[in-house]
């Protein structure tokens, strides 16, 4: 389920929605500040998955090595 930013354009509230499908127009999402179907997806940054470069120093991977690439 995605996560999108909206902006009601009727009290210009901005808010998150967790949307159940990406096809979900954006007529059907009510603004939580004023109850009102004028809500407008916003463009936002997409969400990067997979682990962090915190989390892979404290375990001590530090990565590809010249030993383990092609030679």
């Known amino acids: 389920m995605p996560m999108f930013d909206y902006y009601c354009e009727n009290c ?5 929605e967790l ?7 954006d007529e059907d999402i ?6 009102e ?3 407008k997806r916003l463009l936002s940054a997409p969400a ?3 682990s962090s470069s ?4 404290s375990s001590g991977y530090s990565g590809c090595s ?3 690439g092609f030679s």
């Open 30 to 35: 009510t603004c939580p500040n004023c109850g």
């Open 66 to 68: 010249a030993s383990s």
């Open 12 to 16: 210009g509230h901005k808010f998150e």
């Open 19 to 25: 949307v159940w499908s990406s096809t979900v127009p």
């Open 54 to 57: 915190a989390s892979s120093h």
């Open 37 to 39: 179907h004028q809500a």
């Open 48 to 50: 990067v998955g997979g």
